[in-house]
């Protein structure tokens, strides 16, 4: 069974820009977050998804926005990119969002995005 | 709000050697723990987590609810364990309009190991 996947793996932006990051979780899977990962913050959670829903959501700014279709695949979106948000950016899918600990999280690879 | 600390950011032992990687969490109710590995070039992945109480290439992990600690143990350290650790809370669920979400993983800052030949 293939992993989750993400594209694109490398991205290289200026400040001001807006980006577009994709995830593709395991078949079956309907549960999709997103974490950021930095050496200072370590890995901060995004967003979840469930079913085209936002269920839950960290302590981010509005820049940050997210949505899922209906065959389960995220999209994550950064408008106005700050140098700050060089991370980078994990996806992981589940299930379900049920209890975490009945349902492993499968992480992807990441997006490693740059912003000049 | 839940917090999970792992004091140590560098680790180093020897094969053969004791190691234990420690975690301590800050949570008012019932969490679940988890331990993340990620092996160099490799994605994130889970290593074991409290509720299943078993050993995953010879680590093991108790939770203590007294101490509010989850310490990462192997009594023999290998050269392929070292990677960095991630100790992995999942706590309180969130109730929107969309429903009851536990999705949410709070993550510790990680630990480096490093196991020399």
């Known amino acids: 069974k293939a992993g989750v996947t993400q594209t694109p793996r490398y991205l290289i932006k200026t400040r001001g820009q807006q980006v577009t990051l994709s995830c593709s979780p395991i078949?079956?899977?309907?549960?999709v977050s997103w974490y950021q990962q930095t050496p200072g913050q370590g890995l901060q959670f995004l967003f979840e998804?469930?079913?085209?829903?936002?269920?839950n959501k960290g302590n981010f700014p509005g820049r940050f926005s997210g949505r899922q279709f209906s065959n389960s695949r995220s999209e994550m979106n950064v408008s106005t990119l700050e140098l700050g948000d060089s991370a980078l950016y994990l996806c992981?899918?589940?299930?379900?969002?049920?209890?975490?600990?009945?349902?492993?999280?499968?992480f992807g690879p990441g997006t490693r995005l740059t912003v000049l | 709000a839940q917090r999970v600390t792992q004091p140590e950011k560098l680790l180093s032992v020897f094969k053969g050697a004791p190691v234990e990687l420690k975690c301590n969490y800050s949570?008012?109710?019932?969490?679940?723990l988890f331990w993340y590995v990620q092996y160099s070039r490799q994605r994130l992945q889970l290593l074991l987590r409290?509720?299943s109480r078993e050993s995953i290439k010879g680590f093991t992990a108790d939770l203590n609810k007294g101490e509010t600690s989850f310490h990462l143990k192997k009594p023999f350290a290998q050269e392929e364990d070292s990677a960095m650790y991630y100790c992995?809370?999942?706590?309180?669920?969130?109730?929107?309009?969309?429903?009851?979400?536990?999705?949410?993983?709070?993550f510790g800052q990680g630990t480096i190991l490093t196991v020399h030949p």
């Open positions: 992995a809370l999942s706590g309180l669920p969130t109730t929107n309009a969309g429903g009851t979400s536990y999705g949410k993983l709070t």
């Open positions: 998804y469930f079913s085209e829903t936002q269920r």
């Open positions: 078949s079956g899977h309907r549960s």
């Open positions: 992981a899918s589940s299930w379900t969002s049920g209890r975490a600990g009945k349902d492993e999280q499968f």
């Open positions: 949570y008012s109710g019932s969490p679940e």
């Open positions: 409290h509720i």
